[in-house]
């Protein structure tokens, strides 16, 4: 068996009597809507992470608060593991539910309480859409910033769960940036507010420990975001290049001169060709790369700063300089940056989205071991990139029809994150830990590290209820791995079995 | 490391901070983290051995282009703000100085940011990744020299206010920011209620604003962004010049509003577009109002309960001493809600066991 799915490896789950926790939940909370039978639960077997498929034991999909608080205290009670699940958009399988778990589903909570435009805040559900706020504020002149490539679909509970990005991190920040205040159900029942309308609220930033979490510390139930005023003016170059290095050097050339784009996107030459059969959005097909650079701001700040970096562009060697006309031409350049992932998802029955980041500086190099990582194994690999903060996308294309073809797409996967630990990065920027990255979090982190988290871990779920096997590794995992660091000459943990 | 980055103090005194925290751990005995000890009133007094971050300094890694910065906790914040200006760049939270020993660790342990805050960010946004020595000396990393990372829990952030209850930060990772190409700074006469609305008011209009105060009759602002920009902000909004090195005096709490006073300084966290509150004393709005300088004998439960009224927060500095230094309280802190206060407890307990860091810096029960 693919360690992967060897569950055993994250610590034993007790088996349940289905039939048992259905009649206890169903008593507690009658009221809420349970499903039970196979054909009712099989369209959540999985998150967007379609590859990874598991049937979970019961869904949950309460539609008040006071169902969720009992719902954790029965699960906690009956020691029943809990998988929160938002719009199912994750890309790491973080909402890959459990054989012998219920899956608590948040997409009834879909309301957006209050947009309050004077103290520039919105107040929604966890279920609402990360677009609908931005809509919800744009009367106003307001908007929300993280703006994930999923936007349409994903809900604000997931993008605070997996501090969620987007193509405008760089200057407005991730989710983390821009959440003042979520309210939190805890496993064992009880409910708790962190952080607060105000910049900052009194004790630890649990805010910021929560963000991101990927539901393993607590249920997030209720959302406050900050609204920013909407730019007067975004305008869109896109540069061509007829080498991928010298794109990767014109970004580095940007920040110098001191600019920092709203948007500064990057894609090869495989994924503007797939961009531009999808969306014809006007990209140059004979290109190596293409960057995308948003500039956004007063209008004649703008303008001053479309002229340096078109200077900046031409000096780096590119071959073209387009500047979108109007508004309908910049929506469609991004267009084709949105939609790169379908548009890849055609050429191939199947692709699998990596999301490591580095050092911009690291960018040739990195870009260069993924080259080679395709042609040992004869698998196509499209690359698209926040090349502002140095996110990688890079798109493996398999086909999994053909045996041992997905194993050989997560073999390449796990390989191109480990060059961006060796290149001094991470292995998620923004997708999040899920299932599918946990066996690469043993090359990220020490075993010293894994155990730290471990302990924040057991200061909020102390039985390890909410979503377990996720974002940590056990130690026994990484010692099966065989990517546990020799710290000092010595194993850290010499007790541990190692097979 | 380019030469002009490091400097003939820089220091690597890791190992022998693991080593006395790994013998304070073994023995139970309570430390006392210390860099510049300029902060020291602004938290619950400690008892413990002074562990001293003061020798553990300089810049460890900065690569302009990347827009991040690496330094080790007891490195002066002047220094690096030096290195930093000299590459046109900047600590985007600006945070305040208590004079020439103010460390970036204890920018890190505090949390606390300058008036750009509100449009820019605070010391937690710009954090990208710590090491920090835990109870049995080692030093862990977690987060990184890169923009984004969501693996793992965000440690990194936990730590920035924690007060060094949870571990000691030993060098932390930045994201810094290029300087505005412009900057005009103006006061204008207005009524406070008037202030306060126009405030609101432009809040939602993309304005070159990055600092708002209100403070002797008068809105004080400065603009900062493109020379365009700026100029058009400033002539649209006429007023009166500013003079230099208000914003850093506001900062650091150097304006004669801050000097002695037998009065009790608080600071008010509040949400944006708060009325002015209905305390008696002296008020310096600073953040465009939502945060709040008072200097007040009202009682800290009167103070308190009028900031949570709005969802906000009061933490109190004490009086100043005949020397003009800030006394500090005995409970500096808002009391959490109950279930935060057990989760604190919960996470201090699993952290630090023997309760050998800063215990009751924050609060008196950890």
Known sequence: MNILYDEHLDGTIAPQDKADVLADLSQAIPDLTLLHHEEDLRPFECDGLSVYQVLPMLVALPETLDQVETLMRRCHALGVPVVTRGAGTGLSGGALPLEQGVLLVMSRFKRILEVDPEARVARVQPGVRNLAISEAAAPHGLYYAPDPSSQIACSIGGNVAENAGGVHCLKYGLTVHNVLKVEVITIEGERMTLGAEAFDAPGFDLLALFTGSEGMLGVITEITVKLLPKPETAKVLMASFDDV?????????????????????????????????????????????????????????????????????EAAGATDIQQARDEAERARFWAGRKNAFPAVGRMSPDYYCMDGTIPRRELPGVLKGIARLSEESGLRVANVFHAGDGNMHPLILFDANQPGELELAEDVGGRILELCVEAGGSITGEHGVGREKINQMCAQFQPDEITAFHAVKAAFDEHRLLNPGKNIPTLQRCAEFGAMHVHNNELSHPELPRF | MPEQYTSPRDQDASAELGEQIRQADAAGSPLRIVGGDTRSFYGRTVEGTPLSLANHRGITHYDPVELIVSVRAGTPLEELEAALDAEGQMLGCEPPRFGEASTVGGMVASGLSG???????????????????????????????????????????????????????????????????????????????????????????????????????????????????????????????????????????????????????????????????????????????????????????????????????????????????LQGAAEPFMPLAPVIAKYHRRLKAELDPNGIFNPGRLYGDF
């Open chain 2, 115 to 325: 008036p750009r805050r509100p449009w820019s960010g605070a010391v937690r946004d710009f954090v990208l990744g710590t090491r920090v020595i835990d109870r049995a000396g080692r030093e862990l990393r977690f987060g990184g020299e890169v923009m984004k990372n969501v693996a793992g829990y965000d440690l990194s952030r936990l730590m920035v206010g924690a007060q060094g209850t949870l571990g000691v930060v030993s060098e932390v990772s930045m994201k810094v920011l290029p300087k505005p190409a412009a900057s005009a700074s103006l006061h204008l006469d207005m009524p406070l209620e008037k202030a306060l609305d126009r405030l609101t008011e432009w809040g939602r209009q993309p304005l070159p604003i990055t600092a708002a105060a209100y403070l002797q009759g008068a809105l004080h602002l400065r603009l900062e962004g493109g020379a365009s920009s700026v100029t058009a902000t400033r002539e649209r909004l006429g007023g009166d010049e500013l003079k230099d090195g208000f914003w850093q005096a506001l900062r650091d709490m150097r304006l004669p509003f801050f000097a002695g006073d037998s009065r009790p300084l608080w600071r008010l966290s509040l949400p944006n577009h708060t009325p002015p509150l209905s305390l008696e004393g002296d008020t310096l709005f600073d953040w465009g109002g939502a945060q709040r300088w008072l200097k007040s004998d009202a009682t800290a439960e009167e103070v308190r309960a009028a900031a949570s009224r709005y969802d906000g927060h009061a933490t109190c500095l004490g009086a100043r001493d005949a020397q003009g230094r």
């Open chain 1, 245 to 313: 290095e010298k794109a990767g050097r014109a970004v580095g050339e940007i920040i110098a001169a001191g600019i920092i784009p709203g948007g500064l996107e990057m894609m090869d030459k495989l994924a503007i060709r797939a961009a531009e059969d999808f969306v014809k959005a006007g990209y140059p097909v004979e290109a190596e790369a293409i960057l995308l650079c948003e500039l956004d701001g007063v209008e004649a700040d703008v303008a001053d700063d479309c002229e340096t970096v078109r200077r900046v562009l």
